[in-house]
């Protein structure tokens, strides 16, 4: 029994590990879907600003556009390194080819800004309208399809994580069921033992018993009724045991040496014994 309740302690700590580890893939993948939604962000930023700059009629109004289009070109090849670095294995083929169109898109935007920059504002707001909408519409869904790989993912290996988790409680719980009853037959056997050996005490027990009750219900006050109501028994029974006509049980014993202030070898002993033991 005490090894099976180690057993679920140790069950219990694996479950509790399982918990953090959970966490630990779950904060995974929350944050690259957070990278991916700063990707997301930043592309959608720095094409809102191309087509501005494309369809902006003065130098004045394009240089701003120009700075912040570089800024947001850095931010998002900056974030798309980063998330290099913490991606799944099976999103590389995916993000090859947002590199690939976004390469292509950025090659678009050079040209659409110069033709911005010489005043060919037209000229631009064509690219910026055809080849560079068309590369946006396939980075942005290719993205998306990363966010979904992702979050599907998570949600995989969440479950799978909730699955074992739950199997390695059940383990403990049924580790505490056998722990308990184990124990419990334990306790039966001694008390079964117990009773044995009263089954062989002398034929003189009875009635060292029985004389030794009424002297301590004596000595605490208490009439027989009264002592047969706090026991739990009738007054009958309480007579037969003072008569040694019957004796009561162990657990009988232990109460009354309880209610008379006394233990239990007081009851069972000669007055002039101290030695007699009933295998407790």
Same mark, same amino acid.
């Given at each position: ?7 679920? *302690? ?7 590990? &399982? ?50 289009a570089e800024e947001l070109k850095a931010s998002l090849l900056g974030t798309i390194e980063v998330y290099k670095? @913490? ?12 590199? @690939? ?11 659409? &800004? ?8 037209? &000229?631009?707001? @064509?690219f910026a309208n055809g080849a560079m909408t068309e590369r946006g519409i396939e980075i942005a869904g290719l ?27 059940? @383990?403990?719980? &049924?580790? *505490?069921?056998?722990? *308990? ?76 040496a309880k209610l008379f202030n006394t233990d239990i070898n007081s009851l069972v002993c000669k007055k002039d ?8």
């Amino acid at each position: 029994g005490v090894m099976l309740l180690i057993a679920n *302690v140790i069950s219990i700590q694996s479950a509790d590990k &399982m918990k953090e580890s959970s966490q630990v893939i779950s904060d995974k993948y929350a944050k690259n879907i957070e990278l991916l939604g700063d990707i997301s962000s930043d592309f959608e930023s720095l094409h809102r600003v191309i087509y501005a700059h494309c369809v902006a009629e003065s130098k004045k109004v394009r240089q701003p556009l120009e700075q912040e289009a570089e800024e947001l070109k850095a931010s998002l090849l900056g974030t798309i390194e980063v998330y290099k670095a @913490t991606m799944r294995p099976e999103d590389e083929e995916t993000l090859n080819q947002i590199s @690939t169109c976004l390469d292509r898109y950025l090659e678009v935007f050079v040209t659409a &800004m110069g033709y911005s920059s010489e005043g060919k504002s037209n &000229m631009a707001a @064509t690219f910026a309208n055809g080849a560079m909408t068309e590369r946006g519409i396939e980075i942005a869904g290719l993205i998306d399809s990363l966010v979904a790989a992702n979050s599907d993912a998570m949600k995989e290996a969440l479950n799978e994580q909730e699955e074992i988790y739950q199997g390695v409680l059940a @383990t403990g719980n &049924m580790l *505490v069921i056998i722990s *308990v009853v184990l124990i419990v037959v334990n306790i039966f056997i001694c008390l079964f033992g117990v009773s044995t050996r009263l089954v062989r005490i002398n034929k003189d027990l009875n009635k060292i018993i029985g004389e030794n009750l009424r002297r301590e219900r004596i000595n605490c006050s208490l009439t027989q009724k009264e002592t047969a109501d706090k026991v739990g028994y009738s007054e009958k029974s309480v007579s037969k045991w003072e008569s040694g006509s019957g004796v009561p049980g162990i657990e009988t014993l232990l109460t009354l040496a309880k209610l008379f202030n006394t233990d239990i070898n007081s009851l069972v002993c000669k007055k002039d014994e101290k030695t007699f033991y009933l295998g407790i």
